[in-house]
């Protein structure tokens, strides 16, 4: 069993940054791929970013490319995302995953799922 806890939502103005964490436990963090998906208000969850577990691939979806950055720190137990240039459409509630190996896009690919954290960009 994994545990996953976001942190870093919270309210910022378009064009600002935010620095999303999220951190694990319950199995070795080092053996999980890990994904960020977000989801706004009548809509279903969408995937953002994601890494391998080995840390050496990233994917991204288009709407992260160019703003949004993902990086673990395997000592930590943690999964950040630096997202920069933010829009009001990043507004959501964004979303940490894992899966021992899969790092893909789709939702149901993950085993495991945060409660999420609340990001909110305003005009």
């Known amino acids: 069993q994994v545990q996953l806890v976001e942190s870093g939502g919270g309210l910022v103005q378009a064009g600002g940054s935010l620095r999303l964490s999220c951190a694990a436990s319950?199995?070795?963090?080092?053996?999980?791929?890990m994904g960020w998906f977000r989801q706004a208000p009548g809509k279903e969850r969408e995937f953002v970013i994601s890494?391998?577990?080995?840390?050496?691939?990233?994917y991204s979806a288009e709407v992260a490319k160019g703003r949004f950055t993902i990086s673990r720190d395997n000592a930590k137990n943690t999964v950040d995302v630096q997202m920069n240039s933010l829009k009001p459409e990043d507004s959501a509630v964004y979303y940490c995953?894992?899966?021992?190996?899969?790092?893909?896009?789709?939702?149901?690919?993950?085993?495991?799922w945060g409660q999420g954290t609340q990001v909110t960009v305003s005009s």
């Open positions: 890494i391998s577990w080995t840390g050496g691939s990233t």
């Open positions: 319950g199995r070795t963090f080092g053996s999980l791929a």
């Open positions: 995953a894992a899966h021992p190996r899969y790092s893909g896009s789709s939702p149901s690919g993950y085993d495991y």
